[in-house]
């Protein structure tokens, strides 16, 4: 069973601070996406990464893979309140269609 | 265009009564999954559906819970007896074809469910 570790799992920053958030996973996995989550609303995709050292940025967000570490960073530069959300990364094995989800992150960022 | 939606968005039941949770997907999309999230935990995965047929579902915790989706695009997620442990989020999501490399998963509102 793949297993899907996020830390932390609340953070609360000042805006215009940096920070980075992890996710380690158990075992080869072949994609990992990053979703956000606002309150009562669904996930919206935010990142896939497909390969090792694949970084892909939008906006303040920063996302980057390491397959041999399984590890990914979604790194935030000069935080503002409308980040303020759940961040979850979820890994799936190619062919196997089941997205393992980590516990997500609770980002608050103050104003 | 339209996204994934659900109905109904919010059901409260008494335990030990039956539910169904509907899910329509993006037109066009055949393959469908079926999460539950649990407070403040990510979604978990219940069931995969490839057209009409189940193509995996290892996820759904037991036999009270069951998912149809008859004419490969609606698809109904069925709890008999319920418990208050099966109170959560149930979110649906679709993709184009659920087999390819590049294949995303688009995800619709969720049902949230209570059982009282």
């Known amino acids: 069973e793949l297993k899907v570790e996020q830390n932390p799992l609340f953070l609360s920053m000042q805006e215009g601070k940096n920070y980075t958030i992890y996710c380690n996973y158990s075992t080869t996995s072949d994609r990992l996406y990053w979703y956000r989550q606002d309150p009562g609303k669904s996930l919206e995709s935010l990142f896939v990464?497909?390969?090792?050292?694949a970084v892909k940025q939008e906006g303040r967000l920063m996302a980057s893979l390491d397959t041999k570490a399984r590890l990914s960073t979604l790194h935030i530069t000069a935080a503002v309140h409308d980040l303020s959300a759940t961040y979850f990364c979820a890994v799936v094995r190619y062919n196997f269609n089941k997205f393992y989800f980590g516990s997500g992150t609770k980002l608050n960022v103050k104003p | 265009g339209a996204g994934v939606s659900q109905t109904p968005s919010n059901k409260v039941t008494e335990k030990g009564k039956y539910v169904e949770l509907r899910c329509d997907p993006i037109?066009?999309?055949?393959?469908l999954y079926w999460y539950r999230q649990s407070l403040g935990q990510g979604p978990e995965f219940l069931i995969y559906f490839q057209g009409t047929g189940a193509a995996d579902d290892s996820g759904l915790p037991n036999d009270r819970f069951f998912a149809v989706r008859p004419e490969g695009s609606v698809s109904t997620l069925k709890i008999q007896r319920t418990e208050r442990g099966d109170s959560a989020v149930y979110l649906c999501a679709s993709s184009f074809s659920g087999t390819g490399y590049w294949d995303e998963q688009y995800f619709g509102p969720g049902t949230r469910l209570t059982v009282t």
């Open positions: 990464l497909l390969s090792n050292g």
């Open positions: 037109s066009g999309h055949t393959a």
